[in-house]
């Protein structure tokens, strides 16, 4: 593989500083979520499972309808909450969707003491406090968890005292409780908030890190291509000239100027090649538009660009050629006719490909009357289309100038 071809494909394998930073700033912050999802799984299945057993001797000891609704309204959100966090998908959503179920079953709860009367021990809803509060934490930004870890205990807490008639002995245990159940759903906010902070600290840290080293790789990358061009402009200039010292018949003058064209388009193209050339990311013609209007805007211009049609996504480096080669046509239009008459067509042929179309009411003028030396259009439009297997046609008389640029997928 020649020099610049490898340095080229090089470039390519680079990624920009924004694609890196992306693809890497929230992997720490991802992975934390995925142990606080799995460590609330394996505590809410303990404390449900006990739950569940209590239930089930509620039942057997006092068949309720109301009882068995609310077993379901709490259970299945329990159950979808620990098959998202096993899986790591949807736990946000069910996880939300439990706390507020159990929030509303214990709201309600009052409802079975009224049919059969408060029971020894622990019904088996109050087992699941705190459950209700580290879903919370998985779901919900940090003010809502706030409120799950103060309110949920203090909905226990009036539910506690409802069911022993706010009788004197209900108070204190019912104290001790929620004290107990407030404190350890604080602490299991705060810890939540802690391992986020931590992980969103080297999150943040190595995104830096990685986005400073892509820069430092993405210059020194392009200085190799400058030295590499640089080396390759100078043989060709060298050689162009020599050529030229030593032209001494009509075929040999031709040679040399054939040499020296190319050379000069090299030259015209050196700053696009490196510092535009970028990535080949694919861009819609919104962006192409997006990029003529804004070049209209910087040259004074006063036309319009017409949008007919759609083209799809199409290679960044065409574009980026459609987008130049379409500037020099504006700036060659706004020199030479004044802009008069000027109007830009970005036309797309579905998935064949896209057409940029620039006209002026201008003099006109005689391609073949155009110096060897004049790359305005040799150089900026038709070798940079032709780059990217692209096409020029230029339509020039006394009524004005069509420059039609054309791109085709195949």
Known sequence: MPADASLRAAWGQIPSPGATETRFERFTGKRMERILATVVAIGSAILGAQALVAAFGDLAENPSITQLVLLLVVYVPLIGMLVACVIGRGVRAMSGLFAVAYVAALAIWPL?????????????????????????????????????????????????????????????????????????????IALGWVFRSVAAGVDEARGQAVASYASVAAGAAAEEERVAMAALMHDSVLAALIAAERADSDRARDLAVAMAREALTRLANTEAAVAQEGSDDPVGTAQIIAELRRALSELGADAIVEERGTAGLIPGRVARALVLAARQAIGNAITHAHGRGMHVVAKGDGDDGVTLTIIDAGPGFDMEAIGEDRLGIRASIVARMAAVAGSTDIDSNDAGTRVVLRWDRA
Request: avoid cysteine; aromatic fraction near 16%.
């Open 112 to 188: 079975v003491i009224e049919e059969h009367g408060a029971r020894d021990g622990q019904p088996w809803i109050f087992f699941m406090v705190n459950v209700a509060v580290v879903a919370a934490m998985l779901a919900f930004p940090m003010r809502l968890q706030l409120v799950w870890a103060f309110g949920v205990p203090l909905v226990y807490g009036y539910v506690r005292l409802v069911e022993g008639e706010f009788t004197g002995t209900y108070w204190t245990t019912t104290a001790f409780d929620v004290s107990f159940t407030l404190i350890l759903g604080i602490v299991i």
